[in-house]
Each structure stands twice: as structure tokens, then as C-alpha cells.
């Protein structure tokens, strides 16, 4: 049984990789590779790359990573290729917002703030900090990436650095705060 795939999914010669797997076995990862994409794409931002591409990328990373053996003897699988799809989404992201084409860098940007947003509201949520001040932290962490973008050593792993600068900036704005506010009086 075929594996149905999304309309905009070509998989052809040009894009699949050089190492032949077996139809059968072609068509189990698929399954997988898909299954991992829509995962990972219910969540609010990972909307950068459309379903089919973001399968097609995973797809063809994943055939010239996993030797047949590796694929039909099970090893984890699914939690590889849910790894993989992370990395290869991250990296898509990344040369997107090192896209010079001003849209494509915009749409890049914006999903990065989406995914960025959550993460500091939950940071600001947590401490008790008026949850106002994640949209300032977001924004001042999407600044931060903007200028130091070179500073992303592994473009794979560009969600993740991302993170830590927001971390790094949440952490210092929540300090600077406490440090501001007024100390209750004593009665």
C-alpha cells in the first residue's frame, strides 16, 4: 500500500538520493518521515516550510542517512527521523533568515518569533513576571539573532541557539527587573 503524500511532494530522480532502498522500505519511511512532519507542523511555528517540502528535505536526508538495514531492523526509528525532521526544519529556517529576498526573510523572522514568543511567554509565566514583557523579550532576542546570525555555528541546530539567546535575555530582563522594582514597606 502507497504511502499517501501531500499534492505539492514530487519524488523523483533529482531528489532522491543516490543510495537505493528498496521500494517497499522507500515507502515505510516515507511513512515516517510524514507522520514525524505533521508532528512537528501542528505545533505554532513551523509553518516556514510547506508540508511537502519539509517531507521531500526530510525524506531525502533520511535515505542518505539510514542504510536498508538500519530501516528494517526498526532502531528507534521514528525517534530519529522526529530528530532529524527538527534539524532539517531548523536549517530551512536558518538560511531563511540569512535569505537576502526580503519576503522570504520576513516569513523566516516571523516564524522564528512565533517559536520564540512561547517559549518566553512560558519563561516569563513561570517567574511571575507580567507575561507583557515576553513580546519585549521576543523582540529583543529576534534583534540579537538578526545581528549576530553568523554567530549560528550548525545551521541544524539554528532552534536551539535561537532558544539560548532568548534564555540569555529573559534571564537578564527578569533580573534587571527585580533589581527595579520597589520593595514593599514594612508595616
Excluded at 517559549?119 to 507583557?132: F, N, Q, T
Amino acid at each position: 500500500m502507497l504511502c499517501s503524500l501531500p499534492e505539492d511532494i514530487s519524488l523523483n530522480a533529482d531528489n532522491v538520493p543516490s543510495q537505493v532502498l528498496p521500494p517497499e522500505t522507500q515507502q515505510e519511511l516515507l511513512k515516517v518521515c510524514l507522520s514525524a512532519v505533521r508532528a512537528r507542523r501542528s505545533r505554532p511555528g513551523y509553518g516556514f516550510l510547506s508540508e511537502g517540502a519539509l517531507v521531500e528535505a526530510l525524506f531525502s536526508c533520511a535515505c542518505r542517512t539510514f542504510r536498508a538495514d538500519e530501516l528494517s531492523a526498526g532502531h528507534d526509528l521514528e525517534a530519529k527521523v522526529a530528530r532529524m525532521a527538527l534539524t532539517v526544519y531548523s536549517d530551512a529556517l536558518y538560511r531563511g533568515c540569512q535569505s537576502h529576498a526580503g519576503a522570504e526573510q520576513n516569513r523566516a523572522f516571523t516564524e522564528l518569533a512565533s517559536y520564540l514568543y512561547r517559549i518566553a511567554y512560558h519563561l516569563v509565566s513561570a517567574a511571575g513576571a507580567p507575561v507583557l514583557w515576553a513580546q519585549d523579550y521576543t523582540q529583543d532576542a529576534l534583534q540579537t539573532i538578526w545581528l549576530r546570525l553568523d554567530g549560528c555555528r550548525e545551521p541544524g541546530a539554528f532552534l536551539k541557539w535561537s532558544t539560548i539567546v532568548l534564555i540569555r535575555i529573559v534571564r537578564h530582563g527578569l533580573r534587571r527587573e527585580r533589581r527595579d522594582l520597589p520593595m514593599p514597606e514594612e508595616d
